[in-house]
């Protein structure tokens, strides 16, 4: 089993930033990868970033330059640095673990972007 608990959303201006982190916690090291996703309202949820267990990391093409997702694996947490922030990034943003058999999620936070 693995745990996940987000934090760092809120209410930020256009423009701005935000940093998003997830502490993973339980079978750590059962885990071949973690990212973020997102979903609006009306909308499915999406893939924003992933971070491979290698390091290898990917973006949706939407977030790209903007967005960074990087990991501290002395504290099992990974983050998501969310810079330039745009409306359309408003969301809740899930943390997601992946292990061989299972895909964990946490309980999501809200970002809100305003105009």
């Known amino acids: 089993q693995v745990q996940l608990v987000e934090s760092g959303g809120g209410l930020v201006q256009a423009g701005g930033s935000l940093r998003l982190s997830c502490a993973a916690s339980g079978s750590i090291s059962s885990i071949n990868r973690m990212g973020w996703y997102r979903q609006a309202p009306g909308n499915e949820r999406e893939l924003v970033a992933t971070i491979f267990s290698g390091g290898n990391t990917n973006y949706v093409d939407s977030v790209k330059g903007r967005f960074t997702i990087s990991r501290d694996n002395a504290k099992n947490t990974v983050f998501l640095q969310m810079n330039s922030v745009k409306p359309e990034d408003t969301a809740v943003y899930y943390c997601?673990?992946?292990?061989?058999?299972?895909?964990?999620w946490g309980q999501g936070t809200q970002v809100t972007v305003s105009s």
């Open positions: 997601n673990a992946v292990t061989r058999v299972r895909w964990y």
